[in-house]
């Protein structure tokens, strides 16, 4: 586990929906494939339904594998289009959440994505 990630777990902070909920209520994350799911990129929103379908738990799924550019740069264009925030980094956690919700939180940066 990273540095940060400790640093966010001591202030009772375990995850990317715990970060988001500090910020403004959205972040995207991969999941790989298992036996009840497909791999792909999946946005949630807080309080927001983005997927009418019971298995989808209210997030919108973006289906490709990890590397798939096409999945992600939907992913963070749906993630855009809800908070209008154009730049979204790497959590701890290894989701995406937007700049202005890291900033508040308060994790080192490591890696960020611009929308043009």
């Known amino acids: 586990m990273s540095k940060e990630a400790e640093k966010l777990r001591e202030r009772k902070i375990f995850n990317n929906y715990e970060i988001a909920k500090l910020g403004d209520k959205v972040w995207c994350e991969y ?23 019971w298995y989808d738990y209210g997030a919108r799924n973006f289906i ?38 890291a900033l508040k939180v308060g994790f080192k940066i490591t890696k960020r994505v611009k929308l043009s």
């Open 31 to 53: 999941y790989p494939s298992s036996i009840t799911s497909i791999c792909g990129w999946r946005v949630h929103a807080i309080g927001k339904r983005l997927s009418s379908a």
């Open 64 to 101: 490709g594998n990890k590397n798939d550019t096409i999945a992600f740069n939907l992913a963070i264009r749906l993630c855009s289009r809800l908070t209008g925030q154009s730049e979204w980094v790497l959590s701890p956690f290894g989701g995406f959440v937007s700049i202005v919700t």
